[in-house]
């Protein structure tokens, strides 16, 4: 999942508009806003295209394309042996 706000700002940092950014990427302007919106996923070579495009080094490029809510979530839903209890009471 990408971290939305970090990329927005990174692009703003840069000066990168949207139609800026599609055609550096060569990804299409709907796909783009859609990936970033974390309405469709990234593959490993859309997510490299954008590191690229936006200038991204090391760990800076995790937190923009690996976002700790994911983590998270993952780390806080209930186990399978709390859904069992719950569902027997």
Do not use: W
């Not at 990168?16 to 783009?32: F, H, Q, Y």
């Amino acid at each position: 999942m990408l971290n939305t706000k970090k990329i927005e700002e990174r692009m703003a940092e840069l000066g990168l508009t949207m139609p800026a950014l599609t055609e550096l990427s060569g990804i299409r302007k709907p796909a783009l806003e859609r990936i970033i919106h974390n309405q469709s996923g990234a593959d490993t070579v859309v997510t490299e295209q954008l590191r690229v495009c936006l200038r991204l080094e090391g760990k800076d490029a995790g937190e923009y394309f690996f976002c700790n809510d994911v983590a998270f979530r993952a780390t806080s839903s209930p186990q399978p042996h709390e859904m069992l209890h719950s569902a027997q009471s």
